[in-house]
């Protein structure tokens, strides 16, 4: 089983439409969680940390869930600038600085 | 704009060849990482250096050599290279290995092709 696992997709949307990603995780002891964002043939970028209470970032909202162990990420009122790849990421806390990576989400947003 | 500096931003080189890879940040970070990316992959970790020392080699091949010469600079030394090793070579930083809460930057990337 993968450590992170998230559904490749591609989702197609139309703009305006509200998607949502789940991401699983494997290990139990996972300490930090985050979303990035990839756009074609440039690096990643952070969107956002995630947070038991759950966080809000305009039309962005993560959700972490630990007794389920996924974290999901909601995108209300979907740009086409939104369209890119979704990458679920997890740190152990061995503080090691590694970061596990899910294989990402392909989110493609149409007119 | 990110604050992750990486040169050369594009590299061709032949299979002979020794190359670096250069990776500058200013922020006052004391872990600096170097991923690999292919096509349609997430990142995969190849070393981290913690306050300039080396922390982490994922088992990678000798014909890569990471270098750390001060907390700004981070090179990846580049020697015997195989086609397979084309990729985006990504670079990281954050302010220590705790990462918790920490804001992770990753440079533009070099997009190394190898012939």
């Known amino acids: 089983r993968k450590e992170v696992e998230q559904d490749p997709g591609p989702f197609n949307v139309p703009e305006g439409a509200t998607v949502a990603f789940n991401c699983t995780y494997s290990n139990s002891a996972s300490q930090s969680f985050f979303w990035y964002r990839q756009d074609c043939r440039k690096e990643p970028k952070l969107l956002m940390s995630v947070y038991s209470s759950g966080n809000e970032d305009g039309r962005f909202t993560a959700q972490l869930n630990r007794a389920s162990q996924y974290i999901s990420l909601l995108i209300r009122d979907s740009k086409l600038s939104d369209s890119a790849t979704y990458l679920c990421v997890v740190t152990l806390p061995s503080n090691t600085g590694k970061l596990i990576f899910g294989q990402g989400t392909t989110l493609q947003v149409k007119p | 704009d990110t604050e992750v500096t990486q040169t050369p931003k594009h590299l061709v080189m032949g299979m002979t060849n020794k190359k670096s890879l250069k990776c500058e940040q200013h922020?006052?970070?004391?872990?600096m990482y170097w991923y690999k990316q292919k096509a349609k992959k997430p990142p995969e970790l190849m070393f981290v250096y913690s306050y300039e020392k080396l922390s982490i080699n994922e088992s990678v091949p000798s014909r890569f050599s990471p270098e750390c010469p001060n907390s700004s600079l981070l090179n990846l030394h580049l020697h015997a290279l195989q086609p397979e090793d084309s990729a985006l070579y990504l670079c990281a930083s954050s302010q220590d290995l705790a990462l918790r809460g920490a804001l992770r930057g990753f440079g533009q990337g070099t997009r190394l092709t190898v012939v």
């Open positions: 922020m006052g970070h004391r872990a």
